[in-house]
């Protein structure tokens, strides 16, 4: 896909980053869960978590436009700490690109930011957490070299 | 194998468990992350998240012993958060069987007393978290109904 370009979102893409951040967040819970959660309260505390890591010194989001600056994704990178080594490490917290743009490689562009940004704050490494379920993003990560170091599992108590 | 309790722990057990603690954690860091560490500060950051842990009100730890309360294992349990709902869950924390009692179902007793905690604690749901190259773990949790939830990937930066 032609003339795609990254760069440092600015305060007129939060909208779309928020709603997105949202959107996807939402579809990610489980169904057995969701009857749990009020929705209108739940996305309070969603846009609450963001904003807070979003206000770190350390956190950046960046944003894929195509020549018209019309957002298709964005992706969101900061300062994670790998709780076994208590080392600092470049971490991803979100990635997203519409889904009519999915498959042009605008993921692995946005990734590619995030890891250059990472190597620039000086980490030797770069973290992110995939759904088990999203193979297509599985499948990115482990292109671009990622390879997993660890799995959330769960189980509903009856 | 027969005689086997599963009791909570107690001061005279965290000297066992501060052991293996350190000694697991530390096995499972990569080769090319030690490099970065001195294991001597990398001990006292983990006792002390340990200890941070320990301390809090709904934590509990239970340990497995033979009939001669022999310490066999333990298993460390307290409330988490599933970050996507913001929900209170049961999270184990460690789980360590010692290397010549496995295979005996020493772990899937440690969890069961788990999910019964949690379970009176009034949580939904239990959640925990296995290296991606623990084969053994992962198949009796599988076993014992747990589901990839989230896979963390990493990735090296050169």
């Not at 956190?59 to 992706?75: C, E, M, N, P, R």
């Not at 498959?103 to 973290?127: F, P, Q, T, V």
């Amino acid at each position: 896909m032609k003339g795609i370009m990254v760069r440092e979102a600015g305060d007129q893409d939060y909208e779309f980053i928020g709603k997105y951040t949202v959107e996807t967040g939402w579809a990610s819970i489980p169904e057995s869960e969701k009857g749990e959660l009020n929705k209108q309260e739940w996305t309070t505390h969603m846009l609450e978590v963001f904003e807070n890591i979003r206000k770190r010194e350390t956190s950046k989001i960046f944003v894929a436009t195509d020549q018209d600056q019309v957002l298709l994704g964005y992706l969101f990178v900061g300062e994670g700490t790998y709780w076994i080594t208590g080392q600092r490490c470049g971490y991803v917290y979100d990635i997203f690109v519409k889904q009519e743009f999915r498959g042009k490689g605008i993921g692995a562009l946005l990734l590619e930011k995030a890891e250059e940004y990472s190597k620039e704050k000086g980490y030797s490494n770069i973290r992110l957490m995939v759904f088990a379920d999203n193979e297509a993003a599985t499948r990115l990560y482990r292109k671009m070299g990622y390879r997993a170091e660890a799995i959330h599992m769960g189980k509903a108590l009856s």
